[in-house]
C-alpha cells in the first residue's frame, strides 16, 4: 500500500464504549498530525507528532488521547465521547513538521456517537 | 486571533470558464499558504504552496497569488472542467507545527 491509510473508514459508537482509531503512513515521514472535520466548520488540529513525539496538543478533551507507538503509526484511542464528537478524523503527514512541508491526507474514519 | 476566511461557500461556473477563488486571513502574517482539494468521503490532496516572497505560483491550469499586503490568496483555474469540481481549502501556515485552515470553497463547473 501507498499513502496514508486509515482504520476503520466508518465507525459508530455508544457514549460508553472505547474505541481506537488508526493511522498508517508508507510515505517515510516523520511527523503525523489528528485533525478533526465537522460540517461547516474548518480542519481543527488535534494533536502533532514528530518522530514519535508530541509537539503539539490544541485543547483537546482527554477523552481523545493519542498514541504514536512508531514514525508510521499513529493512533487516536475514544472512550466517553459526548455525540459532538461525531465528525470526519483525518489523518496526514508531512515529511518533517512545519516549514513549507505539505501534507498528505489519509481517506478518514467517519465518527458516529449515538 | 487569527482568521481565516474563504469568501464563497459555493461557487458555481461553466465549463471552459475561469474559477477564482478567494481566501482572506487576518490577525497575523503567514510565510506561506498552501491550497488543497477536496473531494466528498476523502481527505484533502495538496496543490500548490506559495511562499509570501511570490506573487504568483502556476501548475497546469492552476494559478495562485499572494498579496500580504491585502492579506489575500487568490486561486484560479483556467479552462475548468467539470472534474475539477471539488471543495478547495485554503490553508495559511500556523504556527511553528501547524496550517490554520479555511472552510473551503465548494466548486462546482457545470458542463
Known amino acids: 500500500e501507498t499513502g496514508v491509510t486509515q482504520t476503520p473508514r466508518h465507525l459508530v459508537m455508544g457514549m460508553t464504549n472505547k474505541k481506537s482509531l488508526k493511522c498508517e503512513q508508507h510515505?517515510?515521514?516523520?511527523?503525523m498530525y489528528w485533525y478533526k472535520q465537522s460540517a461547516k466548520k474548518p480542519l481543527e488540529l488535534m494533536f502533532v507528532?514528530?518522530?514519535?513525539?508530541?509537539?503539539e496538543n490544541n485543547s483537546v478533551p482527554s477523552r481523545f488521547s493519542p498514541e504514536c507507538p512508531n514514525s508510521s503509526h499513529l493512533f487516536l484511542h475514544l472512550h466517553t465521547l459526548q455525540p459532538e464528537d461525531s465528525a470526519l478524523y483525518l489523518c496526514?503527514?508531512?515529511?518533517?513538521?512545519?516549514?513549507?512541508?505539505?501534507?498528505?491526507f489519509g481517506p478518514g474514519t467517519r465518527l458516529t456517537v449515538l | 486571533s487569527q482568521k481565516i476566511e474563504q469568501n464563497s461557500e459555493a461557487l458555481n461556473i461553466q465549463e471552459g470558464k475561469t474559477a477564482t477563488l478567494t481566501c482572506n486571513y487576518t490577525?497575523?502574517?503567514?510565510?506561506?499558504l498552501q491550497w488543497y482539494r477536496q473531494d466528498p468521503g476523502r481527505g484533502p490532496v495538496f496543490l500548490l504552496l506559495?511562499?509570501?516572497?511570490?506573487k504568483e505560483k502556476r501548475k497546469e491550469r492552476l494559478k495562485v497569488t499572494f498579496d500580504t499586503t491585502l492579506k489575500q490568496s487568490l486561486f484560479h483555474i483556467t479552462a475548468s472542467q467539470p472534474a475539477d469540481s471539488a471543495t478547495y481549502l485554503c490553508?495559511?501556515?500556523?504556527?511553528?507545527?501547524?496550517?490554520?485552515f479555511g472552510t473551503g470553497t465548494r466548486l462546482t463547473v457545470i458542463p
Open positions: 496526514a503527514s508531512s515529511q518533517e513538521v512545519g516549514d513549507y512541508n505539505e501534507q498528505f
Open positions: 490577525n497575523y502574517s503567514p510565510a506561506y
Open positions: 490553508a495559511p501556515q500556523g504556527g511553528a507545527n501547524n496550517l490554520f
Open positions: 506559495i511562499r509570501e516572497n511570490e
Open positions: 510515505l517515510g515521514h516523520n511527523a
Open positions: 507528532y514528530s518522530l514519535e513525539e508530541r509537539v
